[in-house]
């Protein structure tokens, strides 16, 4: 990369701001401008324009949303959440987050972090600039995140065929993998985007994508079929709405 990486980390706890600037200062591809808490970010990152920022979740006065909200998403290109705690990891990915490093981490989990962001800035027509969302794109889900023991495995939304409602846990069915993720249809169905998926009845949502027929089923009912072969039961009374999202 021809130009430093200028870098800013942003935590409340001076140890934490202190393990990453040592870190940081390890790697000759990146410049470390300013380590702050989040109030003092504000002016920094707005003045400075970093390529990257480090930035912690759990934070007194700004949090770490609140901080991206502050100074605008679009105004930092990578992002990299720092924190010890992992239910935000869905919310991280939907500000694009570069990665999301839970505490402790050690050497090489750091270092694969940065591997993430020097590619993901690579991937960008120049340092410092961050492509345009599209209007209302940032509103639902991009990612998935799914917790299994220590490691968190991200789904791309659009890689989803279609959800099944799993007692406390929904199943996604992704090609020919599951994954299980603890959160409601409900909650799922409001965080994804409406014109790209749909509620076939209580226990299903499928992306309107991978159906490929429509056939009557029992009792007056209708199925879909789907890309895979998989065939999903269409709840009484959903059958005309489906039709008017597949043509609409």
Do not use: N
């Not at 962001?117 to 998935?144: D, Q």
């Not at 406390?168 to 998926?197: I, N, W």
Request: glycine share 6%.
């Amino acid at each position: 990369m021809a130009d430093a990486i200028r870098a800013v980390v942003v935590d409340d706890e001076p140890i934490a701001r202190r393990t990453l600037r040592l870190l940081l200062e390890r790697d000759p591809d990146v410049d470390l401008i300013a380590d702050c808490d989040s109030v003092a970010a504000v002016p920094i990152i707005r003045d400075q324009r970093p390529d990257l920022l480090f930035v912690d979740v759990q934070m007194p006065e700004l949090d770490g949303f609140q901080l991206l909200e502050r100074v605008g998403i679009e105004t930092v290109p990578a992002v990299v959440f720092v924190t010890a705690h992992d239910q935000h990891a869905l919310r991280a990915f939907e500000v694009d987050a570069v990665d999301y490093l839970l505490k402790p981490f050690d050497d090489e989990r750091f270092a694969v972090t940065l591997r993430r962001v020097k590619a993901a800035l690579a991937r960008s027509e120049a340092i410092g600039e961050r492509p345009a969302t599209p209007a209302g794109e940032g509103r639902y889900a991009r990612r998935l995140v799914i917790r299994q023991g220590d490691r968190l495995t991200i789904v791309r939304v659009e890689d989803v065929d279609w959800i099944e409602a799993a007692d406390y846990y929904a199943c996604l069915h992704v090609g020919t993998k599951t994954h299980l993720l603890r959160q409601t249809m409900a909650d799922l169905e409001r965080s994804l985007d409406p014109a790209r998926f749909f509620r076939l009845h209580r226990s299903a949502i499928v992306h309107l994508e991978r159906i490929r027929e429509l056939v009557p089923h029992a009792k007056g009912e209708y199925a879909a079929i789907l890309e895979g072969g998989a065939m999903l039961r269409v709840g009484r009374g959903r059958f005309e709405e489906l039709q008017k999202r597949l043509t609409g």
